[in-house]
C-alpha cells in the first residue's frame, strides 16, 4: 500500500471531486431547460429540480450504502456506483423529455449516495492520525477548487448546447480505471476485545434534533444560490451560460479559500460565534444580493459576503453532525477533556459500531 500511496490519495481525491461536480455542473443550463421544455407542466419547478434531486435521493441512498460496503465490499460497490454514476449523468445527453431527464438525476443521486459513502469510509480505512487530517483537509480543497473547475467548464459548455455539459459526467469512466488499479479492499478493522467499559451518556435529544434542524435549513439556503442564481442573473438581462458558470464558480472559489483558512478562524472564535456571526452574514449577503443590478454588483458585492459566511457556518454544522456519535457528550454540556479518558475510540479517530466494524 504504502509504494502506491501517492497514486492512492490522487485516485481518492478525484473519486470526490465527482460529488461536487454532480450538481453544479449543469447549473448554467437550467435556464435554457426550462426553455426546451416549456411546454411541461410545472416546468419552473421541475427544471429547477434537476439541481436539487440528486441530493435527496443521495441522503436515501448513503445509509443502505454503508451497508451494502460491508456486507460486499468497499471497492466493488465503489466501482458499480461509478459505472452507475457516469452512465445515470451523460443521460442527460439523450432525454427527451423532462420527466426522463429527472429519473436520469435521480439515478445519479443514487450513485452519488454509494460514492459519497465508500470514499469517505475509505479515507477512515488507509488513513490514521494526523495522516488521516492531512488528507482531509486536502480533500475538502480539492474538491472545492475542482467544483470551481467543473461549473466554469459546464457554463462555457452550455454556451454551445444545455446538453453538452452532461457528457463531463464521462469523467467517471475516466477515473476508474485508477480505482482498479490502485484502491483494493481494506481488512475489515474488529473492536478491541477486554479493558474497562466504555461510559453510556445520555443524549440532549432537544440539541441534537435543533442542530439537525438547522443543518437542514442552512443546506437548503446552500442550494439556493446554484438553483436560483442562472434565474435570477436571467432577470438581470444576463443570458450567457458561461456568465452563470463564471458567477457560480466563485461560489465554489470563495468557499474553496474559506475552507482552507477555517482552521485560523476556528482558533480565534468559538463554535457558538461562529454559528452566530455566520448566519448573520448569510443574511446580509442574500439582502445585498437582491440589491445587486448587474453582473458586477452581484458578484464583487454580494457574492463573496455570502460565500464568507456560508462556508464556516456549513462546515462547522456539517463537522458537528459527524461528530455527534463520537463526541455527543461534549454537545451535551459535559467537559470534552475531563472525560475524553472514557472515550478511548475517539482519541484515535474511530468510532466502532455494534456489529465491530469500524468507520
Same mark, same amino acid.
Request: glycine fraction near 10%.
Given at each position: 500500500?504504502?509504494?502506491?500511496?501517492?497514486?492512492?490519495?490522487?485516485?481518492?481525491?478525484?473519486?470526490?471531486?465527482?460529488?461536487?461536480?454532480?450538481?453544479?455542473?449543469?447549473?448554467?443550463?437550467?435556464?435554457?431547460?426550462?426553455?426546451?421544455?416549456?411546454?411541461?407542466?410545472?416546468?419552473?419547478?421541475?427544471?429547477?429540480?434537476?439541481?436539487?434531486?440528486?441530493?435527496?435521493?443521495?441522503?436515501?441512498?448513503?445509509?443502505?450504502?454503508?451497508?451494502?460496503?460491508?456486507?460486499?465490499?468497499?471497492?466493488?460497490?465503489?466501482?458499480?456506483?461509478?459505472?452507475?454514476?457516469?452512465?445515470?449523468?451523460?443521460?442527460?445527453?439523450?432525454?427527451?423529455?423532462?420527466?426522463?431527464?429527472?429519473?436520469?438525476?435521480?439515478?445519479? /443521486?443514487? =450513485? #452519488? %449516495?454509494?460514492?459519497?459513502?465508500? @470514499?469517505?469510509?475509505? $479515507?477512515?480505512?488507509?488513513?490514521?492520525?494526523?495522516? &488521516?487530517?492531512?488528507?482531509?483537509?486536502?480533500?475538502?480543497?480539492?474538491?472545492?477548487?475542482?467544483?470551481?473547475?467543473?461549473?466554469?467548464?459546464?457554463?462555457?459548455?452550455?454556451?454551445?448546447?444545455?446538453?453538452?455539459?452532461?457528457?463531463?459526467?464521462?469523467?467517471?469512466?475516466?477515473?476508474?480505471?485508477?480505482?482498479?488499479?490502485?484502491?483494493?479492499?481494506?481488512?475489515?478493522?474488529?473492536?478491541?476485545?477486554?479493558?474497562?467499559?466504555?461510559?453510556?451518556?445520555?443524549?440532549?435529544?432537544?440539541?441534537?434534533?435543533?442542530?439537525?434542524?438547522?443543518?437542514?435549513?442552512?443546506?437548503?439556503?446552500?442550494?439556493?444560490?446554484?438553483?436560483?442564481?442562472?434565474?435570477?442573473?436571467?432577470?438581470?438581462?444576463?443570458?450567457?451560460?458561461?456568465?452563470? /458558470?463564471? =458567477? #457560480? %464558480?466563485?461560489?465554489?472559489?470563495? @468557499?474553496?479559500?474559506? $475552507?482552507?483558512?477555517?482552521?485560523?478562524?476556528?482558533? &480565534?472564535?468559538?463554535?457558538?460565534?461562529?454559528?452566530?456571526?455566520?448566519?448573520?452574514?448569510?443574511?446580509?449577503?442574500?439582502?445585498?444580493?437582491?440589491?445587486?443590478?448587474?453582473?458586477?454588483?452581484?458578484?464583487?458585492?454580494?457574492?463573496?459576503?455570502?460565500?464568507?459566511?456560508?462556508?464556516?457556518?456549513?462546515?462547522?454544522?456539517?463537522?458537528?453532525?459527524?461528530?455527534?456519535?463520537?463526541?455527543?457528550?461534549?454537545?451535551?454540556?459535559?467537559?470534552?477533556?475531563?472525560?475524553?479518558?472514557?472515550?478511548?475510540?475517539?482519541?484515535?479517530?474511530?468510532?466502532?459500531?455494534?456489529?465491530?466494524?469500524?468507520?
Amino acid at each position: 500500500m504504502k509504494e502506491h500511496s501517492l497514486a492512492l490519495k490522487g485516485t481518492l481525491l478525484f473519486v470526490a471531486t465527482l460529488t461536487i461536480m454532480a450538481g453544479t455542473t449543469v447549473a448554467p443550463s437550467l435556464p435554457a431547460i426550462e426553455q426546451t421544455f416549456a411546454g411541461t407542466e410545472h416546468v419552473a419547478l421541475l427544471s429547477r429540480m434537476v439541481l436539487t434531486l440528486p441530493a435527496i435521493f443521495v441522503a436515501m441512498s448513503a445509509p443502505i450504502a454503508g451497508i451494502l460496503a460491508d456486507r460486499f465490499g468497499r471497492k466493488k460497490l465503489l466501482v458499480i456506483s461509478m459505472v452507475l454514476y457516469g452512465l445515470s449523468g451523460m443521460s442527460g445527453l439523450l432525454a427527451d423529455n423532462l420527466f426522463f431527464l429527472l429519473l436520469g438525476r435521480a439515478v445519479l /443521486g443514487l =450513485a #452519488i %449516495g454509494g460514492i459519497m459513502t465508500v @470514499g469517505t469510509t475509505l $479515507a477512515g480505512d488507509y488513513f490514521t492520525g494526523t495522516e &488521516r487530517e492531512s488528507y482531509l483537509g486536502l480533500q475538502q480543497a480539492f474538491t472545492q477548487f475542482g467544483g470551481v473547475a467543473f461549473v466554469v467548464t459546464g457554463g462555457i459548455l452550455a454556451d454551445i448546447h444545455w446538453r453538452v455539459p452532461f457528457a463531463i459526467y464521462a469523467a467517471s469512466f475516466l477515473i476508474l480505471p485508477a480505482v482498479l488499479a490502485f484502491l483494493s479492499e481494506p481488512a475489515k478493522k474488529t473492536a478491541p476485545s477486554g479493558g474497562p467499559a466504555k461510559a453510556v451518556v445520555s443524549a440532549n435529544w432537544s440539541q441534537v434534533l435543533l442542530l439537525a434542524l438547522a443543518t437542514y435549513l442552512i443546506n437548503v439556503l446552500f442550494y439556493t444560490v446554484p438553483s436560483q442564481l442562472p434565474f435570477f442573473l436571467r432577470h438581470l438581462a444576463i443570458n450567457s451560460a458561461s456568465a452563470i /458558470g463564471y =458567477a #457560480i %464558480g466563485t461560489f465554489n472559489l470563495a @468557499g474553496a479559500l474559506v $475552507a482552507m483558512s477555517f482552521g485560523l478562524l476556528r482558533s &480565534r472564535l468559538a463554535v457558538p460565534g461562529i454559528l452566530a456571526g455566520g448566519l448573520a452574514l448569510m443574511a446580509t449577503g442574500f439582502l445585498m444580493l437582491a440589491q445587486a443590478s448587474g453582473m458586477v454588483s452581484a458578484l464583487d458585492v454580494s457574492r463573496p459576503l455570502y460565500i464568507t459566511a456560508c462556508q464556516p457556518t456549513l462546515d462547522r454544522l456539517v463537522w458537528f453532525c459527524g461528530a455527534l456519535p463520537r463526541y455527543l457528550h461534549c454537545i451535551c454540556g459535559h467537559g470534552c477533556h475531563r472525560h475524553r479518558h472514557r472515550y478511548p475510540a475517539a482519541q484515535d479517530g474511530v468510532t466502532y459500531l455494534p456489529s465491530g466494524h469500524a468507520f
